[in-house]
């Protein structure tokens, strides 16, 4: 079975600071994807990253970083120097093996304080 | 990015009346849609897969009857909440799978439901 858990469920910073977000996620498949959203208030989801799982290079993007760690089944998100526009709820997702069905984790609000 | 696009985004009806929600992609072909739906403060929970020319394919606890979901192109999936109920107020996404990469999705605006 294919599960996603985002253990955070709220995160509270004050702007400027670092800040990670977790994801663990199940899968027997060899071949995966690997997803950050964001979800701003207005509801839209705003896509950040795919990762697939043979690639394990971290990635870095401007304030994001993502570090993916197949030996803990595990893809983080930081972002550096967070600012009040980052405010919103991030969700880890994943599509496994050759479906497109996407399996979101429970999501994590994260509330940047000025 | 490729873009899909929803229709209505806001939609307010009364109890036991009928909704039609548009999920449309405007510059791919996509041969497989989801449809989504979140309720307040939770996660997005897959409630069907939408193959062109074919039925939908409805996860658990999810009713066919009640969310019918029909992909009669490969630009455009529909849902219909029939004899809606206050129950039923979500927020609705879909999203489509091109052709053109493994893993790649992309994801409608989404539609916000309010059944009086």
């Known amino acids: 079975a294919q599960k996603v858990t985002q253990a955070q469920t709220e995160i509270s910073v004050v702007e400027k600071e670092d800040v990670t977000l977790d994801c663990v996620y199940e899968?027997?498949?060899?071949?995966?994807?690997l997803f950050w959203y964001k979800q701003p208030p207005s509801g839209e989801l705003v896509f950040l990253i795919r990762r697939n799982s043979f690639d394990e290079q971290n990635e870095i993007s401007g304030r994001y970083s993502w570090n993916f760690q197949k030996s803990t089944s595990s893809f983080n998100f930081t972002i550096t120097a967070s600012q009040v526009v980052d405010s919103a709820v991030y969700f880890c997702?994943?599509?496994?093996?050759?479906?497109?069905?996407?399996?979101f984790g429970s999501g994590t609000r994260l509330l940047v304080r000025p | 990015g490729a873009v899909v696009s929803q229709h209505p985004s806001w939609v307010i009806c009364k109890s036991g009346t009928s909704v039609k929600i548009e999920c449309r992609s405007l510059?791919?072909?996509?041969?497989?849609m989801f449809w989504y739906r979140q309720f307040p403060k939770q996660s997005l929970m897959l409630m069907a897969t939408?193959?062109?020319?074919?039925?939908?394919?409805?996860e658990q606890g999810v009713e066919k009857d009640k969310f019918l979901i029909n992909h009669a192109s490969l630009t455009l999936s529909t849902l219909t909440v029939t004899s809606a109920h206050p129950e039923d107020s979500s927020f609705y996404i879909c999203?489509?799978?091109?052709?053109?990469?493994?893993?790649?999705?992309?994801f409608g605006e989404g539609s916000r439901l309010t059944v009086l």
């Open positions: 939408s193959n062109e020319g074919s039925k939908a394919t409805y």
């Open positions: 999203s489509a799978a091109g052709v053109h990469k493994a893993g790649e999705l992309f």
């Open positions: 899968t027997r498949d060899t071949t995966y994807y």
């Open positions: 997702a994943l599509i496994s093996g050759s479906s497109y069905k996407l399996i």
């Open positions: 510059d791919f072909q996509a041969t497989t």
